[in-house]
């Protein structure tokens, strides 16, 4: 049984393991009939590949020798090419999963799924959709809450006055209210106005939240 895609698409696999790639490849030309598949052994070949064949969709193993696939992925977004990105990997690990993310990558696979979601993942991916193997989905949950919660930390930030700021940058290198005040040359009980409308504005409650957010985010401020 066959399941189309939306429209013709060249598929690159590459992968170092021939009997994995060749079984791949099979179970594609099975699944996509119309579709052109080319093969690469590692990373390199992986980008002569790009750039002779330019596929619309690229499945990369994370473990290839002579460049990585997120090396890969990360060249293929480098030089903006609109290819769709699916990484393989045999390690279900949250660092990798976000940083494919963060390349860009559309598809992130579980080798040990691959033959069950391989089909899903193309269809949703050559659609615009980002398709990850489903026993990793805290990982994108954790990772939509992280960007959340960096988008609030900014919403934060910008509400603050120049000067409460400034107070916010010497609280997180360790300065006292005694010597920020001197500092500023403002009295202490006037920085401590300012710390308490820094919390405020911020949502932070509780003993040394303030320090502990300025220490958290010392190179934002």
Sequence with gaps: MTSGLTKRQTILV???????????VQILEEQFPRARLIEAGNGSEALIAVHEHKPTIAILDVDMPKRNGLEVAAEIRRRGLSIAVVILTMHDNEEFFNRAMD?????????DSVVSEITSCLQTVSAGRHYYTPSLGEYWVRRDQNKQQQKSIQVGLSALTPTERNILKLIAGNKTTREIAEDLFISPKTVENHRSNIAGKLGLRGNNAVLRFALENKSRL
């Design 103 to 111: 390349i860009g990558v559309m598809g992130y696979l579980l080798k």
């Design 14 to 24: 590459a992968d170092d393991h021939p009997v994995f790639r060749r079984g791949l």
